[in-house]
Structure formats: C-alpha cells, structure tokens
C-alpha cells in the first residue's frame, strides 16, 4: 500500500526513532566558509534563501546544472525544470507518470544525460519514462504490467525498477534501456518496495515491512540475485550521493559498504524523522524532529549535527535533495525552498 493519510504519516514516522546530540542552529548572516584538512570547501551557515508554489510535489533530485521536482497526478503528471542560482521555473515537462508517495520522496533520478521518473502510468500500470536533458521532452517510456513503480535507480547496466508489490513481497525489473526489455527480475520477499539506488558495485534496495520495520537487500548485479541483507529495524529510509550509501536503522544512521550491503562503521546516534534522507555538500541531511522537522546536516567523521535549519513557518518538509551550496527541501503545503549554504 501506499503512505498514510498526511497527519497519521507524519505523525508516526517522528516516533520512537532514536536520541540525538542537540543541533547547531543557524539563520540570517551568512559567514566565509572554512576549509577542511583536505582542503575542500566546508559550508557551515545555512539560510533560508527562497520558497516557491509548485503544485503538490513528490520528490525533487539534482542534475544536469538543475533542480528538478516531480508533481502528483492531481497536476496531469510533470515535471519543473528549476535553475538552482535563482529558483525560476525554466521548464514545466509533461510526463505520461507520478511518484505518488506523501512523504519521503523517491521515483526520481538524473543520471546519464537524463531524468528518470516512476510511478504510476494510464490504467495504473507501472510506468517509467525518460526525459531528454538537452530537449526537455519525454523521450522514451516503458510500461511495466507487474505493477506500481515505488522507484527506481539508473546506471549503464540498466534500469533497475523497484515495484511497490505487497506486504509480503516485491521485486525489481531490470530493463534494457536500449531495447526496452526486460532482462531480469528479482524477487525480494518480506515487504513492499521503497528506495533502491546504484551503490558502484550493487544495487541497494530496502523495502517496508509491517507498520515500522524495513530491510536492506543488496542485489548483485553480475547475478541478478539477492546476496546479502541488513535488518533496519525502523521504517526504511535509503539514500546514496558523493560515492557513499546512508540508511536510517532503529539506533541511528550509518553508512553502508557498497558490496555487501551492511554497516561499513559505527552508527551515528542521531535523531531523525526516518522519512527523507540526502546525501551531499559535505554530509548527509535528515529532518530532526525535535527541532519542528528541521533540515539537519550530519557530519560523517563524527557523527554530530554541525549545521539544522529550521523550516519556513507553517510548512511540512517531505523531501530533500541536495545541489552544489544549497538543498531543496519538498514541503506538503504546494511549495519548495532553497536553503543556501556558505
């Protein structure tokens, strides 16, 4: 099945997660960066820089020097083209397809010169289809009969769709971006689908399991087969950026080897609402949910909160993505927010 109701949804998934150490607010005067000791650039001031209507939006991912947000069916399907310096709409493309989960995001990815979107198609089939990033047009789609695409994951093996499936069980459909068949399917057993990402050498999905569990299951992609799985012991929340994967678990966050599928250290004790994870500009960002669903950044040496923004009065954050010195944050009430970092 699909999320809850909004109030129920929201309401559940900021219980019970796990206890954090208290974050470091910031707003209004923005100061230099400081530099890391390897030299990079390290944000560590945050404001909220705009919002915008948008329609009711789903998920939103970076790309291609744009942001890019998907809207529900309740907007005909599309997707907004959104140049990242300035928050203008450059594009709004029509797609036969809407990820449609409330919270959480999923079903949209920018990969390969284009952006991918799953959901649900025409006659509530699954439906996948790819946008052309250089003319904005929709330049292939594939149908998927099994069912309901709960979201997908893109790399030069192929196109990795995660099925929404039962309580019991789902899969993957592995398509032939070329030729548009379907090349492998892959049984996971034990709940509905959620997130799936390409983690270098794997395939990561994770599913839900009854009101407030969740796994992670790497795939192999040389055998199209299941070859390691984590318990999560929470609702799953998956995410992958800057060459690393991050799940949330019952105890915390922590990161995930790539080619096994399991904890690659020590898991971060931090407090999250366990329903949007982002990984980028210089850590990995959850809402914190005793700071009003605030958008937290974790450093990944430590394991702290080094930077929390809280979000514009009176919205719901839903969804995160995170460009190059900004993140975007997805909201219930029909907008969406930059938040710039310096």
Known sequence: MRLLPRLVALAGLALGLVLIAPACET???????????????????AH???????????????????????LSAEHGGSVLRIDPRTTEVREKIAVPVAPDWEVGGGGLVVTLGSVWVGGRGPGDEGTIARIDGRTNRVADTFTLHEGAVADLAVNEQGIWALLSGSAEETQVVRIDPASGEKVGRIPLVGGEGRFIVS??????????????????????????????????????????GEGEAWVVTGDGLVRIESSTGRPAGATADVFSTGDALAVGSDGVW????RKNRAVSRVNPADGEIDLSVRPVKDATPIAIAVAPGSVWVVNYENSLTRIDLR
Request: proline residues 6%.
């Open 48 to 70: 909220v820089a705009d919002t915008i209507r948008v329609g009711r939006a789903t998920a939103a991912a970076y790309g291609m020097g744009s942001v890019w947000v998907s």
């Open 286 to 289: 959850i809402l914190n949910p």
């Open 199 to 240: 983690a270098q050498d794997s395939i990561l999905a994770a599913i839900r399991k009854g009101p407030g569990g969740g796994t992670l299951m790497r795939i192999d992609p040389a055998t199209n087969r299941v070859d390691g799985t984590f318990d999560l012991g929470t609702y799953p929340s998956l995410a992958y």
């Open 27 to 45: 707003s209004g005067q923005l100061k230099s960066a400081s530099p890391s000791a390897s030299g990079a650039t390290v944000h560590d001031r």
